[in-house]
């Protein structure tokens, strides 16, 4: 690690304690590409002059053990500090309405054997999940219904590791109890609209605003 980027994680990660939500990627909310890379930042971060700062910035925070990562905002990855855990936690096992309301059938095959088996990865999903199981657990990734984390596989491509949130909870040394659902969306709405104000942004959680 060079004497650069661990000063740009520092920088990031304070900013992240600060506001309990940071983005990875957005034009407009706090992110880590652009706290890296600065405000003049425009289109990818992938091949901008940073582009290895802020991987490696964004490999340190993935694991780091304050730090959830997830599509939580405008369902782009943001990073959640622990202190935000709780809501996120009574949210995801909460199961409201919102979140299985017009399930497709192969989501909830997926989200029955989830929470049989506790952990499955992408890469070794049968059809019977759907044409393309990727898609149906992204479906329940951004409904909140599980956690799900991006690795390589041994042959180097990109798979995810899909985990009930009890099963992320023990992973993770989480011990928080579910709380009100409604409390805790209260919580991350306000703030969103906190961030939102403060950087004229648009970002928007997953559940229909007026719940």
Known sequence: MTANVRRQFDK??????????????????????????????RGSWWVHEQAHTIFAVTEMLEDHPDVLVMRLISGKVTFVHR???????????????WQLKNLSQGGKLLLKTLDTEGTLQTNKLSKSFGQKPGETARELELRLLIHAEQV???????????????????????RGRAKSPSAARHFLEQQLAEINKNHNGQGRLPWPPRL
């Open 83 to 97: 202190e935000l855990w709780g809501p996120v936690y009574s949210i995801g096992v909460a199961r409201e309405d």
């Open 152 to 174: 390589h596989t041994e042959s180097g491509a990109h798979a995810k590791v899909l985990e009930t949130w009890d099963a992320w909870a023990k992973c993770a040394g989480f």
């Open 12 to 41: 990031v990660f304070l900013q992240l304690e600060k506001l309990g939500l940071l983005l990875l990627s957005d034009s407009l909310l706090p992110s880590v590409s652009r706290l890296v890379a600065g405000d003049g930042l």
